[in-house]
């Protein structure tokens, strides 16, 4: 139970942050952001998305591909990602 708790946390910590990010990156309200939607219906275009994985790179000590945020093209797709990448 613990760890789901903790897994949990991480995974609101990660959610918050990566909508920081992406607001910063399509100039849209937090507010206007949803979970669920492509990142590409906000605007989200390659150099942006290059310069977020790099962001997420340096924050996270990982190694992305340059098409991982096409795949996981999601919010919620990402942080399902990056609780699985990232050390608990």
Do not use: F
């Not at 910063?24 to 309200?29: A, L, Y």
């Not at 390659?46 to 340096?58: D, F, K, M, Y």
């Amino acid at each position: 139970m613990v760890n789901q708790t903790k897994q949990i946390s991480e995974a609101d910590a990660i959610r918050s942050w990566l909508r920081q990010q992406i607001s910063q990156h399509t100039d849209r309200s937090l507010d206007l952001l949803e979970n669920d939607v492509p990142l590409s219906s906000y605007g989200m275009d390659s150099i942006s998305a290059i310069s977020l994985a790099v962001e997420i790179e340096e924050r996270y000590g990982l190694e992305l591909d340059t098409d991982t945020l096409w795949e996981y093209r999601t919010i919620d797709r990402l942080v399902q990602l990056l609780t699985t990448l990232t050390p608990a």
